[in-house]
C-alpha cells in the first residue's frame, strides 16, 4: 500500500507565501511522475503542477507557473510546491499526486493524497 503524506496547507494573508510538501512512502518500485492539484469549491479537481522523475514539469496555466514553482526529489520521493504572491481565488484544497509502480501492480497507478486546505485571506 502506498501512502501519500501532506504538510504545509494552512491560512495565509494576501500576498503571502507557503510551501506544501508531499512525501510518499510504502512498497514502492518506482516514480514515475508527482505532484499537486487543487479543487475549488463546487468545482472539479483540477491541475496545478507536476514534474517527472526526469525533470520535466507541467503548469496549469501562465499565472500558476508565474506564482508557483514546484520541484521533487525523487531519491526520497517527495515533491514540494512554493507558492507566492498568494490570492484569495488560490484558496482550495490542494491534493499530493502521484504516479507509482507498487506491489502487487505491474503497471503504473494513480495515487491522491488526502488533501490539504490552503486559504488566503484578504
Known amino acids: 500500500q502506498v501512502q501519500l503524506v501532506e504538510s504545509g496547507g494552512g491560512l495565509v494573508q494576501a500576498g503571502g507565501s507557503l510551501r506544501l510538501s508531499c512525501a510518499a512512502s510504502g512498497s514502492i518500485f518506482s516514480v514515475n511522475v508527482m505532484g499537486w492539484y487543487r479543487q475549488f469549491p463546487g468545482k472539479q479537481r483540477e491541475l496545478v503542477a507536476t514534474i517527472s522523475e526526469t525533470g520535466t514539469t507541467n503548469y496549469a496555466d501562465s499565472v500558476v507557473k508565474g506564482r508557483f514553482t514546484i520541484s521533487g526529489d525523487y531519491a526520497k520521493n517527495t515533491v514540494d510546491l512554493q507558492m507566492i504572491s498568494l490570492r484569495p481565488e488560490d484558496t482550495a484544497v490542494y491534493y499530493c499526486?502521484?504516479?507509482?509502480?507498487?506491489?502487487?501492480?505491474?503497471?503504473?497507478?494513480?495515487?491522491w493524497g488526502p488533501g490539504t486546505q490552503v486559504t488566503v485571506s484578504s
Open positions: 499526486y502521484a504516479v507509482i509502480q507498487s506491489r502487487p501492480y505491474t503497471a503504473f497507478v494513480a495515487y
